[in-house]
DNA sequence: GGTGACGCTCTCCTTTAGGTGAGTATGGAT
DNA sequence: ATCCATACTCACCTAAAGGAGAGCGTCACC
């Protein structure tokens, strides 16, 4: 049972739409796989976190959360255990009192911080002209 | 009046916390800026479309839907008229029965696509290790 | 004159994200 | 005895994301 992306124009008609382009590329499961991951790992917290740990190298819970201004606790907890989860951070808990509990990257989490490396150059670099092309949208439709 | 990241333990207690690390890095208008302009192209079907339109070179409306496996008709709209605001694309409507819209990349967003290009390449390589690790971790806590 | 094509938009409605404020365990310091 | 620190977890609740299905406008066709 096929679903088409979306609800067909009106339910009875548009069966069927002339294929002009293959309706997808090459191997459907490692697509799906891979955009996932991708759903999963370019997301706005696990790219920041990321970036902090590079940047500090070994964190404690509250130390983290300072670094990430805006971010609850209860995500930061979220964004960190999906993190250890998907292999990209350690977490390593020493049993004292009160407790101590320390994240850092792995090898893996360190690639991908690497991998966005190139996204946070462009985000810097081309801030002025999203902004700019934002305004001249915004005052064409105003 | 600073908020603090979140709520302290039970609230009359650690009105401060020690500062072990400094609370930020440096510009905090910069940053936050840059954070939001992240949070926003880092978007799953920000990435994909940019992906299919980088592959294709232009798509039509429904051509980019068959494209992106999943996506709503509503979510498709939405992220193209967002990229077209933030400068990524064009649209070029055709005046014409039926309607006919033409998207394609501007410069800017195929050097985002190029700056994402490596992070879709390390999704590729570390899903198996990303996957396995995740098993893991799972049997771990089962 | 009914139907279909395209690229939407509009109205619901459900699901998810994410915030808030509190509680918990433990041992050392006061 | 009481308090405090840390790194959480839990219950609750609101706001936002996003899906489903329908409708629209216009012309060419059968």
Same mark, same amino acid.
């Given at each position: 049972?096929?679903? +088409? @992306? ?15 382009? !293959? @309706?997808?590329?090459?191997? !459907?499961?490692?697509?799906?796989? *891979? ?26 819970f509250t130390?983290?959360a300072?670094?990430? #201004? ?18 990209? *951070?350690? #977490?390593?808990?020493? !049993?004292? *009192?009160? !407790? #101590? ?10 690639? +991908? ?5 190139? *996204? ?23």
């Amino acid at each position: 049972m096929s679903r +088409l @992306p979306f609800n067909e124009p009106t339910i009875q008609r548009a069966r069927r739409i002339a294929e002009t382009i !293959p @309706p997808a590329e090459c191997d !459907p499961r490692v697509e799906a796989l *891979v955009n996932d991951l991708i759903g999963r790992v370019a997301d706005k917290w696990t790219m920041i976190a990321l970036e902090v740990l590079a940047e500090h190298g070994e964190l404690r819970f509250t130390q983290f959360a300072r670094q990430m #201004r805006g971010i609850s606790q209860k995500m930061l907890t979220q964004t960190l255990r999906q993190m250890e989860r998907d292999g990209m *951070v350690t #977490r390593t808990v020493h !049993p004292v *009192v009160p !407790p #101590r509990v320390e994240y850092r990257l792995t090898e893996l989490g360190a690639s +991908l911080g690497a991998a966005f490396c190139g *996204v946070w150059i462009w985000a810097e670099e081309n801030l002025a002209k999203v902004e700019a092309s934002r305004e001249a949208f915004d005052a064409k439709t105003e």
